[in-house]
């Protein structure tokens, strides 16, 4: 039972880290990503992430990276957990041009994993969006031993700030059929805006 008691602790410590309400969903949705009719959007430049953190939400298989009080920068949540189904699926909130398909690198603690993406519409922006099977080795890349980064064609380089939060999610969509629900705590709902919790 250490694990999921272990994993309730890591959320509610994410949740308690700072003043500032963790990064949000809902601002991203102020900021156009419609790429121009006459060709692909122009790439972006790296995102400076000093201070982005990992941060639990209202869906307690669900975690968000980004600066707090900024738009979310990357999401990663469990579907299906514990069961051979089980995945993870993996959103890069940067511009993504209609009907593209890339290939989303993910880096670190001695692994590299290469998931397909497709551009995906949320709250009318178009984001990348990929799954993979949970037990797929690559999303050990995300332990906390060591900072990993993203990397999507035009979206710049992504650096993770490491944290315990992203691996612990992993393991626990991972989990056992039978073993117990691991209890991953949402964040305080008065500190996350709704729309963070909104339809994927």
Avoid at 96 to 108: K, T
């Amino acid at each position: 039972m250490r694990g999921p008691l272990a994993l309730a602790a890591l959320a509610g410590l994410a949740v308690l880290a700072g003043c500032k309400p963790p990064p949000t969903d809902s601002a991203a949705a102020r900021v156009s990503l419609i790429a121009p009719a006459e060709g692909p959007s122009e790439p972006i430049a790296s995102p400076d992430v000093t201070g982005a953190v990992w941060a639990s939400t209202g869906n307690p298989l669900r975690l968000v990276y980004g600066i707090p009080g900024q738009p979310v920068l990357l999401a990663l949540e469990c579907l299906d957990p514990k069961g051979p189904e089980a995945r993870l699926r993996i959103t890069r909130h940067a511009p993504a041009d209609p009907g593209a398909s890339a290939i989303l690198a993910l880096i670190g603690n001695g692994y590299i994993g290469r998931f397909p993406v497709d551009a995906a519409s949320r709250k009318g922006q178009r984001v990348w969006k990929g799954e993979a099977a949970a037990l797929t080795p690559e999303w050990d890349a995300l332990k906390p031993e060591r900072e990993a980064t993203v990397t999507v064609p035009g979206a710049g380089l992504l650096k993770l700030n490491p944290s315990p939060l992203p691996m612990a999610l992993v393991d626990a969509c991972r989990a056992s059929p039978t073993a117990a629900p691991p209890p991953l705590a949402p964040a305080d709902p008065g500190s996350i805006p709704a729309a963070a919790d909104a339809a994927r």
